[in-house]
């Protein structure tokens, strides 16, 4: 039973689990390291899912799905920064309110437009292609942990080192950061921290918007009514516990995707679904835990330090 569980395809399972985790997390630390908390990943997610689908079913191209669901997400994200930060609305009301919408409006399209409840399976849909590398063939346990991933996984690692280096690295990733910190400072300095916030807004539609592609079109190829299954909120778990530093919340989405990848390995040994399905979630809120904790230690810690 053991070996059944814990052998190289668990860690390749948990590769693709933790795709569209990572890609949303980077999108949503974004929005974090900007001052704003995006709660509504999720359907961001849900609706990246969906047009992803859409665009790959009758475009007849895994990549017309792929532009639709980034799209899409620039214009979710759009909005989100509008309401959050122009009209001063509440963050979470908004983002609550986004989850709501994309749930709604998903179970609406999905009977509109493909005729079904529950789930849209096509021949039709062209899912994304899976990457091949030769060199990796000849080495067995390198063949089956990195080759044969859609090219989303390869992009999500780059987009770690890529997001490190924006943040800490180049001169807007510091206005970036200046703009969630010391906002009144960086408009000191003549940069407009609302364009930064804005940026982040839709950076993370766009990511989100991938992370679903990847979802309906890569880890699957079909589409479920909220088949986000709160990757969003798992997402901003590793954002969380990963301190909203990019290689942080890398390994954090990681993890969780561990977890995932092993309650489905589970149900193939017997344990029943209902089990395995809350492993995740109770990883979620081990880590939530985990983190508070650390807060409050520190907050302890300072609080001594000054008397």
């Not at 408009?187 to 839709?202: D, V």
């Not at 995707?257 to 109770?282: K, N």
Request: glycine fraction near 10%; include cysteine.
């Amino acid at each position: 039973m053991f070996s059944e569980l814990f052998n190289l395809a668990l860690i390749q399972h948990t590769i693709r689990t933790a795709t569209p985790l990572i890609l949303a997390a980077l999108g949503g630390l974004l929005t974090q390291q900007a001052g704003i908390l995006n709660i509504g990943m999720e359907g961001m997610i849900l609706l990246g899912a969906f047009f992803g689908v859409v665009g790959s079913y009758f475009f007849g191209s895994s990549f017309m799905g792929v532009l639709l669901a980034a799209f899409i997400g620039l214009l979710i994200g759009l909005l989100f920064a509008l309401f959050v930060i122009d009209l001063k609305s509440d963050e979470f009301v908004i983002g609550i309110a986004i989850n709501i919408f994309a749930g709604g409006l998903t179970v609406f399209l999905l009977r509109s437009i493909f005729g079904v409840k529950g789930a849209f399976s096509s021949p039709d849909i062209v899912p994304l292609p899976r990457l091949n590398f030769p060199m990796l063939n000849k080495i067995s346990f390198l063949n089956t942990i990195f080759n044969n991933h859609t090219v989303f996984i390869y992009i999500s690692w780059i987009l770690v080192v890529l997001t490190y280096i924006y943040l800490y690295k180049t001169p807007q990733g510091i206005w970036l950061r200046a703009s969630g910190e010391y906002p009144d400072a960086l408009e000191t300095a003549g940069i407009s921290p609302r364009k930064m916030k804005y940026i982040s807004s839709i950076a993370c539609g766009i990511l989100c918007g991938l992370a679903g592609a990847h979802l309906s079109l890569g880890y699957l190829t079909l589409f479920t009514e909220n088949m986000s299954a709160n990757r969003g909120f798992i997402a901003l778990a590793a954002i969380i516990f990963g301190k909203a530093n990019p290689v942080g919340t890398f390994f954090a989405a990681l993890l969780f995707g561990f977890f995932d990848a092993l309650g489905i390995r589970l149900q193939v040994v017997g344990i029943p679904s209902q089990f395995t399905q809350m492993i995740p979630y109770i990883a979620t809120i081990f880590a939530l835990i985990i983190v508070t904790k650390r807060q409050m230690a520190k907050k302890n810690k300072g609080r001594i330090n000054n008397v």
